[in-house]
């Protein structure tokens, strides 16, 4: 598409833990998926904002009404503070590529956004209503669409990007894909956090954590099969600050998503034509910050290989590559598309 | 490349296809509430009115399988009232979709009031003060102030006497209440939270709200999973709007009144969640937690009876103001 001073197009990666964007002046931001309000009139005097979004809100989290708006990678439903919640983090996200939301001489924006691979028609109208106003023009694509365009993996490829809501499947078969080549799973990141916190708390029941420790612990330390090292966090007991070893209940939880994912993968690939599974098999992309966890493409391409072998790669960089993508189709659909899909 | 050019097009189609497609129903959703409001909105109204019933009913029987019969037709009433919008109707003939407000000419004739619990206490603050006797406190003097105004008011009971949540349910279905109020106070970790919440019907991933409704639905019989089961199911369901839009006037009337007497308190919003007596009821119906008596400084203010009368007062306003909006919204679609 050709692009002009007065129009920016934007990739946006919508996710329950972090979101990312990827602007077409260059700009690629990535923020913790929080929004925070000021709970009284001395918390506001302290953080002098209104409103605090991603990692500032999170530090600041005992003075704010926080919410991590986007449950499955949708807005939530229920309450109007997480609408109010994702259109601050859209716009905050906007205004990291320079976009100031009453600016003189603000171009147009033209917003791709990511969503979950089976999020379903409502949802998708309901954030479509959300971002009104924040976006001058806006599509949606599934998640691991976005990354597989971004990729140029369009033929014979199965992305899966698991976040922290969700796990999202897509097999890529040279056409836009239909319900049937997508699967969306709740087994993701935060099931794993879910996991660990309750098998932490078994073994120590007295023992004093949040779950911002279990996500940080698992952003550090997680992996599935043998561990490297002990894993030795610490802990406030009874008052008193106490080591512990979590190294069994980490592989427990990170491993608790490899049933689901593995037969997920295999129900999917089972699907494909059977000529082109084989080159299905040898092209799995793995994306999205769960992706990261260490041991997780060797876990996977041991399942393939009793479904006769195949190939599994992690993306280069899984926290642009959903945003990257969606760049990328922004980038690429013409102007006469756009005015289709005006807000 | 010119290959993966020809792919990269051919996929962008579809994309552009897609979102165009949900962008129709967006719009569709918008011309249609226009245009019945204008005029035509008689008979497809009536249809959809008369179908509610069925959907609500199917939407309750935890066994049925086979998707509700009634979406069609609802749908179809719709069609024939937008013949400009025929072909992005015809895609979604068989969805079920949210009906609108307009299309359901109906006024507020009955309310019922429940107060929450009776015989079992409920909540119970540190110094004794039980969430059973507030909750009827407050319906007796809801009761009171709406003597006069257009609508019989109802209360579940009158004594401190237990009464299961179906007999609450099969109450105000059987006495064709057009709106349903059950009244609540909360108990709440840690204790220095003062909140009102505000409650209609819908599925919650909220772990506390899931705590709460497991609370609150104690004596139904059936399990929270059972119940979530079937909300997935009936969130379209006309009477979800009709119950967000009077849990909204609610909460607003009663944070604004209670706010001067009770600077802390905190409006914690309105939410969903799978509360039996807001299952089973077919009408517009919330569940309000009106305090929280796990704070002793709250509990303290609602042994006052002026803060209880405030309380109410709030709750009537917020009944007057959905019923008059009822009303309007009637008097416009007639003209």
Not at chain 1, 183 to 200: F, H, R, V
Not at chain 2, 170 to 190: C, G, Q, R
């Amino acid at each position: 598409m050709e692009e002009t001073n007065d129009t920016l197009c934007v990739g946006i990666d919508l996710g329950t833990s972090r979101s990312s964007i990827s602007a077409s002046n260059g700009e690629r931001h990535v923020i913790d998926s929080y929004v925070g309000w000021p709970v009284d009139m001395v918390a506001r005097k302290l953080v002098k904002k209104a409103v605090l979004v991603g990692r500032d809100a999170l530090d600041n989290r005992s003075m704010l009404d926080l919410r991590r708006p986007l449950e499955r990678g949708v807005v939530k439903e229920g309450s109007e503070k997480d609408h109010e919640a994702v259109q601050e983090l859209v716009r905050y996200l906007i205004s990291l590529v320079g976009i100031k939301p009453k600016g003189k001489n603000k171009p147009k924006v033209r917003a791709v956004v990511g969503v979950p691979a089976e999020a379903f028609r409502v949802s998708r109208q309901h954030l479509r209503s959300t971002i009104d106003g924040v976006a001058d023009n806006l599509m949606m694509v599934s998640e691991p669409f976005a990354v597989a365009y971004g990729l140029e993996a369009l033929l014979h490829a199965l992305v899966i990007d698991i976040g922290a809501g969700t796990a999202d499947f897509c097999v890529m078969q040279g056409h836009y894909p239909t319900e049937e080549d997508q699967k969306t799973l709740p087994n993701a990141g935060d099931s794993i956090d879910e996991q660990l916190m309750k098998l932490i708390r078994e073994r120590h029941p007295d023992a004093q954590f949040s779950i911002h420790m279990i996500r940080e612990w698992k952003e550090k330390h997680s992996f599935v099969g043998e561990p490297k090292d002990r894993i030795i966090v610490s802990v406030p007991i009874r008052g008193k600050a106490t080591e512990i070893d979590i190294t069994q209940e980490m592989r427990t939880a990170c491993e608790s998503i490899l049933p689901p994912v593995c037969e997920t993968l295999a129900t999917l690939l089972m699907k494909v034509e059977p000529e082109y599974q084989d080159k299905v098999r040898n092209n799995v992309i793995l994306a999205g910050g769960t992706s990261l966890i260490a041991g997780l493409p060797a876990a996977i391409t041991k399942v393939l290989q009793e479904l006769g072998g195949g190939r599994v790669s992690v993306v280069n960089d899984p926290v642009f590559a959903g945003s990257d993508g969606s760049l990328a189709i922004a980038r690429d659909a013409s102007p006469a598309d756009w005015d289709k899909l005006s807000l | 490349m010119a290959g993966i050019d020809d792919t990269k097009a051919q996929l962008l189609r579809g994309v552009v296809q897609d979102n165009i497609n949900v962008l129709r129903d967006v719009r569709v959703g918008r011309l249609e509430r226009r245009k019945r409001r204008n005029g035509s909105w008689l008979w497809p109204g009536l249809i959809a009115a008369g179908l509610t019933s069925l959907v609500i009913s199917w939407s309750v029987l935890p066994k049925t399988e086979s998707p509700p019969v009634s979406a069609a037709p609802v749908q179809q009433g719709a069609a024939s009232a937008s013949d400009a919008l025929e072909p992005a109707l015809a895609e979604t003939f068989f969805e079920p979709k949210p009906i609108d407000r307009g299309t359901i000419p109906l006024s507020i004739k009955t309310v019922v009031i429940d107060p929450g619990h009776g015989g079992d206490p409920g909540a119970t603050s540190a110094s004794g003060l039980t969430e059973k006797e507030i909750t009827l406190d407050v319906a007796l003097r809801l009761r009171r102030i709406l003597q006069g105004a257009p609508f019989k008011v109802l209360l579940t009971r009158e004594t401190d006497r237990f009464m299961s949540l179906d007999k609450r349910v099969n109450f105000a279905n059987e006495n064709k209440a057009d709106l349903f109020l059950s009244i609540h106070v909360n108990w709440m970790e840690p204790h220095s939270i003062r909140a009102l919440e505000t409650y209609y019907v819908g599925p919650t991933d909220d772990p506390a709200t899931l705590e709460l409704a497991s609370r609150e639905n104690k004596d139904s019989g059936y399990s929270l999973s059972d119940y979530k089961k079937i909300l997935e199911k009936i969130y379209v369901d006309v009477r979800r709007d009709e119950s967000r839009a009077l849990a909204y006037t609610i909460s607003r009337r009663l944070y604004r009144s209670l706010k001067a007497h009770n600077p802390k308190l905190e409006n914690r919003g309105v939410k969903t969640a799978p509360f039996v007596v807001l299952i089973g009821t077919q009408m517009p119906a919330i569940l309000v937690e009106i305090a929280c008596l796990s704070n002793e400084d709250e509990a303290e203010l609602l042994t006052t009876e002026n803060y209880r009368e405030n309380i109410a007062m709030a709750l009537a306003k917020g009944i007057r103001s959905y019923a008059h909006a009822f009303k309007v919204a009637d008097r416009k679609a007639v003209h």
